[in-house]
């Protein structure tokens, strides 16, 4: 299975950069936008609905901000839209498709970059996450075998290796220790796995650049998109690739190609 995720920055704005275009060309089974940032009325035009894929989109009651969306080669057997957050799930964050006992989410985490407010907002996101995830988990391990790939912006780099200016971010959203320690918990304990860098430990691998200075020329940038695993899943990347030969928004996509049957989760 070859999978595609990518924060849009607004997909009509992804749309008119050549976006669809692109995807035609990529052979994928699934795609996974984030911050798609349009209402179903917005959308209605037969471009945001590619033929060769089933086409889910689930906005945000408010408009002009987040919503998630997935495009996949096969008819999924249900999709399911928030993972039951009576705060969060408003502003469509999370996407699920079920194909057999796989299942591919299209998750968007929010960015706690703007104000102290919405930093606390991200923490109770990952709070609520974070118990949802460690659920499936043992789900996957220990009852009815499903495998979930949680795909999309996670707003969160790892580790040291994944900002170009990890020093002098140590301090600001998306790198504060609480973050990095959440993450920690998720990939150590809590046995996920962090499928881009099962195949590619290498530096410089970056997923966003900020728009200021020449962050995207200089390749100053975050890895924050990421295609994470339960469990089950260890072992089953075979290759992974962020795109950059024309930018889409400023986020990069990240394409992955991965030994799974969806029929038995693996």
């Given at each position: 299975m070859r999978i595609i995720t990518l924060n849009v920055n607004g997909i009509r704005s992804a749309a008119r950069k050549g976006l669809f275009d692109w995807l035609a060309r990529q052979r994928a089974d699934v795609v996974c936008l984030q911050e798609v940032r349009a209402q179903a009325n917005q959308i209605l035009a037969a471009q945001f609905h590619p033929r060769q894929f089933h086409c889910f989109y689930e906005a945000a009651q408010r408009k002009g901000y987040s919503g998630v969306a997935l495009f996949t080669r096969q008819e999924p057997d249900e999709v399911l839209r928030g993972f039951g957050s009576a705060e969060f799930d408003a502003e469509g964050r999370y996407l699920e498709a079920r194909?057999?006992?796989?299942?591919?989410?299209?998750?968007?985490?929010?960015?706690?970059?703007?104000?102290?407010?919405?930093?606390?907002?991200?923490?109770r996101f990952m709070k609520e996450f974070g118990v949802h995830l460690g659920g499936l988990g043992q789900d996957s391990r220990r009852q009815d075998g499903r495998q979930y790939l949680f795909c999309g912006d996670w707003n969160i780099a790892h580790k040291e290796i994944d900002l170009k200016n990890w020093r002098g971010n140590r301090q600001n959203s998306g790198f504060l220790p609480e973050e990095r320690a959440w993450l920690d918990n998720l990939f150590g304990p809590q046995g996920f796995t962090d499928t881009f860098r099962e195949v590619n430990p290498e530096p410089d691998q970056y997923t966003w650049w900020s728009n200021r200075g020449q962050a995207w020329a200089k390749n100053v940038g975050w890895r924050i998109d990421y295609q994470i695993g339960t469990p089950g899943l260890k072992g089953a990347a075979r290759g992974a690739r962020i795109y950059r030969d024309k930018r889409y928004s400023d986020h990069a996509p990240l394409i992955m190609d991965f030994d799974l049957n969806p029929g038995s989760g693996r």
């Open positions: 194909f057999g006992q796989l299942s591919v989410v299209s998750v968007y985490l929010p960015s706690g970059s703007s104000s102290e407010e919405r930093q606390q907002a991200k923490f």
